[in-house]
C-alpha cells in the first residue's frame, strides 16, 4: 500500500534511512585509505580530493539547481533518481581502476546526495502540521551525525571483516575496497527503489508569504555584510570537522597502532555524540540571551565556543593518548559543530521571511563547501609536506589554529554589523 501523507512518519523514516545511509556511503572512503593508496598507488592528496574537493564541488554547484527542482517538480521522483545514481556510482567505484575514474564516481556521488535534503525538508514542510514540523525536521536533521557514526562503526567492522575473508582466499577474486563498495552501495539502491515503489507525493501546501515576495537585496537590506559575515564564520569552523573524518581513521592506526574496526567505533561513538550534542545544546544559552536582549549573544558566545573547540582540535592530534585524542574530538564536534548549529539558528531568527529559506540552504552549502573542499585536502598537503614521513597529527593541529582565528574575525566582523539597524 503506498505511504501517503496520513502516514508521514512511515514517510519520515524511509527518508531518515536514507540520510542514514547517504552518509555512509559518502564517508566509506575514509576507511579505505590504506587499500587503495596499496592497490591502485593513490596519492594523500589525491585521496584528499576524492574525499574533500571534489565531492564539495559538485555538491556545492548542484545544490541550489537541484533544490530548485524540488520547489516546482515531484520530489519522491526526483529522490528516487539521486539515490539511484550515488548508489550506483558508490558500487562502480569497486571496478574502478584509476584516480580518474573514481574522481568522476565521487562526482556523481555529490550530484545524488545534493538532492537528497532540500527534496527531504520540502517533503517535511507538506506531510505535517505545523506543531509537529520541528521534531520531523530534528530527526531529519539528526539522522545525518548517526549516519556518520554508523559510517565509521559498521564500515571499520566491515573492512576488517572483509580484509580477514579475502587473505582467507575469499571474495572471489575482488579486493576488500571493492567488495566494502559494493556491500554500502547496493541497500542503498535497494532502499531508493522501495522509496519510489511505496512513497506518493503529497499535496503542496501554499506558502502564506508566497504573493508577497520581494528580491533578497531588497529584503537584506543594510545587513547584507553581516549575513556573509556569518555564513563565512559558522563554515570556516566546519573545516576541521570535516577534515578529522577524512584523516582520524589513518591517524588512529598509524600513530596509535588500533585496528580499523577500532578506529571507526571509537571516531563514530565520540564524533556522534559530540555533534549531537553540540547541534541541540549550543543554541539554547544563545537564543536565551538573545531574546532577553543580549544581541550581541549571537556572535560573542559561539566565539568562546569556537576557541574552546579550537583548543581542543590543536592539542587533540598531538597527544599521545588515544583518549585524550577522543577527549579532544569530543569536546571539538560539540564546539564546532555546535557553533555551526547556531548560525542556522541565527538565520532563522533574523532573516526576513522571504528569504529565509534560501539563507538557511545558504549555510548548508557554504559549510559543506568550505569543509570538504578545504578540510581533508589541505590536510593532505601539509602533511605531505611536512617531510618524507606524512604528519597528519601536525597538519590537523596547524588547520584547526588557522580556521579556529578565521572564525574569530569573521564572528568580530559579524558583531559589528549586528549592530545596524536593518533598513
Not at 313 to 334: E, I, W
Not at 350 to 371: F, H, K, N, Q, Y
Request: charged letters at 10%; hydrophobic letters at 55%.
Amino acid at each position: 500500500m503506498p505511504l501517503q501523507a496520513r502516514d508521514p512518519w512511515g514517510v519520515l523514516a524511509i527518508m531518515a534511512l536514507l540520510i542514514i545511509m547517504s552518509m555512509i556511503d559518502r564517508l566509506i572512503l575514509a576507511l579505505l585509505v590504506r587499500p587503495l593508496k596499496a592497490d591502485l598507488d593513490l596519492s594523500d592528496v589525491q585521496l584528499g580530493l576524492l574525499f574533500g574537493t571534489a565531492f564539495a564541488v559538485f555538491y556545492g554547484m548542484m545544490g541550489l539547481p537541484l533544490a530548485r527542482i524540488a520547489d516546482r517538480y515531484n520530489r519522491i521522483r526526483l529522490i528516487t533518481l539521486a539515490v539511484t545514481l550515488w548508489s550506483i556510482c558508490t558500487i562502480l567505484s569497486g571496478f574502478a581502476n584509476a584516480f580518474w575514474q573514481l574522481l568522476l564516481l565521487r562526482a556523481g556521488l555529490a550530484i545524488g546526495e545534493a538532492a537528497l535534503f532540500p527534496a527531504v525538508h520540502s517533503l517535511i514542510y507538506d506531510l505535517f502540521r505545523v506543531q509537529r514540523r520541528p521534531l520531523a525536521a530534528s530527526i531529519a536533521t539528526a539522522a545525518a551525525p548517526l549516519g556518520g557514526a554508523l559510517a565509521f562503526i559498521a564500515g571499520g567492522a566491515l573492512v576488517d571483516s572483509m580484509s580477514v575473508w579475502v587473505d582467507q582466499g575469499g571474495g572471489g577474486g575482488f579486493r576488500t575496497w571493492q567488495i566494502v563498495f559494493f556491500a554500502v552501495g547496493i541497500p542503498s539502491l535497494m532502499l531508493g527503489l522501495i522509496f519510489g515503489g511505496v512513497v506518493r507525493e503529497p499535496a503542496r501546501v501554499a506558502r502564506a508569504d508566497e504573493e508577497h515576495k520581494v528580491g533578497a537585496l531588497e529584503a537584506l537590506r543594510g545587513r547584507r555584510m553581516m549575513f556573509l559575515w556569518l555564513l563565512l564564520a559558522g563554515g570556516i569552523c566546519q573545516v576541521v570537522p570535516y577534515a578529522y573524518q577524512a584523516w582520524a581513521p589513518t591517524l588512529l592506526t598509524e600513530k596509535y597502532g588500533l585496528s580499523m574496526s577500532q578506529a571507526g567505533i571509537s571516531l563514530g561513538l565520540v564524533g556522534a555524540l559530540g555533534a549531537v550534542l553540540g547541534t541541540f545544546l549550543v543554541p539554547l544559552p544563545v537564543m536565551r540571551l538573545y531574546d532577553r536582549g543580549t544581541t550581541s549573544a549571537l556572535t560573542r558566545l559561539p566565539m568562546l565556543i569556537v576557541a574552546v573547540g579550537t583548543v581542543s582540535f590543536a592539542l587533540g592530534p598531538l597527544s599521545s593518548s588515544v583518549s585524550m585524542l577522543l577527549a579532544a574530538y569530543f569536546l571539538g564536534a560539540f564546539a564546532l559543530m555546535g557553533t555551526n548549529a547556531t548560525v542556522f539558528v541565527s538565520m532563522q531568527r533574523l532573516a526576513p521571511d522571504s528569504v529565509r529559506a534560501t539563507l538557511v540552504a545558504g549555510t548548508l552549502l557554504v559549510s559543506s563547501s568550505l569543509g570538504l573542499g578545504l578540510g581533508p585536502i589541505t590536510v593532505a598537503y601539509l602533511a605531505n609536506a611536512i617531510g618524507p614521513i606524512p604528519r597528519f597529527d601536525i597538519a590537523m593541529s596547524a588547520l584547526a589554529v588557522v580556521t579556529g582565528i578565521g572564525s574569530l574575525v569573521f564572528f568580530w566582523l559579524a558583531g559589528r554589523r549586528l549592530a545596524i539597524p536593518a533598513g
